[in-house]
């Protein structure tokens, strides 16, 4: 540890000094959590001695403090976010540091070694100094770089090396050549890390295209991450990883203008998983039918994506035919394959225990999955058939029609009596009435025992950044081209319990996906006005069409009118057109359930990639590809 400067005071710079073993509390640790818990103790046990340095406490309290705070990295002026937050207490954010506090962290960020810790107090107390003093944001940089990135999968390893880029980019010339050495160093860590194991090497080039660095190297540091693609398809182990280096450089051929680049990207997108779905069939006949029939429904949605201008050189109407075959035989043999499970009746508390305990003490990204394995979503098929029940139980409840009125009064819809001796047809209305009621009933056990307490505990337990879920949404693909930043977004504010956002951004975002994909399919989505004037129909109209129920199957195409489109439903889509919903209905189990559901969609194909590659993996698969 250096010598503090002189003409620090007690009271803002004596923190270190005074401690007893400063190199061993300051030591380099890979979690945040773990400085901040030492640094809170050691001011605990500065404050309870006798006579107690009571400037010493207040400035270890300072630095745990600024050590408890999250790096979010994609705010220019907010960088840091609480790591907690109940009810209306949080954890210490930058703006609850006066000046005399920043001057503390400047001087000690000068005086100590420890990379990190110099880059955070350099950070905090450039952002929030006044004047600001260029030195910190220059101290913060070269700490944030100091040390070569570290990390693998789908997380950012490069977390910090991307705030260091946005202070570069803010400091403009008054950054000398760092934005220049920073980019070198990514472009040497894509160079090597490209074909090894973990995500480093990827995390390193999608960096570099997020924020638009290496524009003379683009279409180089394309064929180098198409290339590792390539091998780690060939190798046939590891089908995601290679899915991902496919979509990155398929994202940077478009930006350089190469359309058939970026079409053989998809193309080989869609290819590797066909060939998941073969190896999952190969190492169980049977049991591999029920993830093979998804694979082979995310080859049909990915190749729908490529341009129609693109399609014949590559023969993709030959293949779609081929696939939709391949899907109908795979689904009616995972039908066979599906186990019958029952159980009794379980009270909401195993529920919600059970819920917490599932995402507890993961890994983020498994923590997502899990939630949205929490619950396999609706069964059209299913509830249509205790409708029925219903009406044949209960034949009183059936017979009466219904009025249904919204909470300012409205009459929203009406429904007519049904009766046991016409046919299921002439009773749709009613079938229809009571299977929302029953869906109702379902969405909202579904939010307070299973989702709301698993997403309890993975806000409280990790720093959920947009930039990872618009990157899972970028390797759905069920997401149409350039919406994945609006889904992750959208998904990412209720991480923030901001379900109104969530909402207001999701619904727009699901009729886009709907009408896209059913154009995809050639699909007519518009119509004409007596003027001539071809407008856009909405989503009401367009899950009516067969060819929505064709292409997303009849459980998706229920719970999309349910959702989004029906009265005697959430209705958001329709809420949110015309602006009418308020609070009460974005935080609502329907509008909760609606986010879960679009989460589960989206990211449907990502977990189930992820999981076949972990059982093939798996010693008792060793050799059986």
Known sequence: MHKLPEGITTTAGIALAALKNPADLLKESAEWVDLYQRLSSAAREAAEIPEPDWPTVKALWLLSDACSMALHGESNNAPFVARWAIDSARSAMPEDFGQDDLALFSAVAEAIDHRGLCARLSDIAWLGSKPRKIADALRAIDAYTANPPQGEDWTNPLLEWGRAITLCVQLRKGAGDRLDKIEAALESIVAEAIGSEGGLGLAAAR???????????GAKLAELIAASGRARHEAGNNFWRARAHFDLAGAWFERLGDQERAADM??????????????????????????????????????RKIPKAQRPSRGIEAQLQRLLHRVTESGEKAVKALPTIESGRTDITEFVRGSEEAVTGKPLLEALLVLTQLHSGASAASMRENAKKSMREFPLTTMFGSTHMSLDGRTIAKTQGGSLNVSEDENGEKVWEIMMRYYGIDIELICKAQILPALSVIVREHTVRKAD??????????????????????????FEYDFATATYLLAPQVEHLVRWHLKQGNVKTTNLDKEGIEN?????????????????????????KALFCNALGPNLRNGVAHGLLDANHCHSPGAIYAWWWVLRLTIRSFWQARRATAQSQSPSHAGAS
């Open 207 to 217: 960096l570099l295209f997020d924020r638009h660095l290496s524009r003379d190297r």
């Open 266 to 303: 998809t193309h080989s997108i869609a290819v590797n998983f066909e060939a998941e779905a073969d190896h999952r069939i190969a190492l169980d006949a049977m049991q591999g039918h029920l993830v093979a029939a998804s694979f082979i429904e995310d080859a049909i949605q990915t190749l």
């Open 469 to 494: 879920l618009t990157q899972l949404m970028s390797l759905s693909p069920i997401v149409p081209p350039d919406r994945a930043e609006q889904f992750g977004k959208g998904l990412w504010e209720a």
């Open 536 to 560: 856009e129909v909405g989503l009401s109209t367009l899950v009516e069409l067969p060819e929505v129920n064709t292409i997303f199957g009849e459980d998706l195409t229920f719970e999309l």
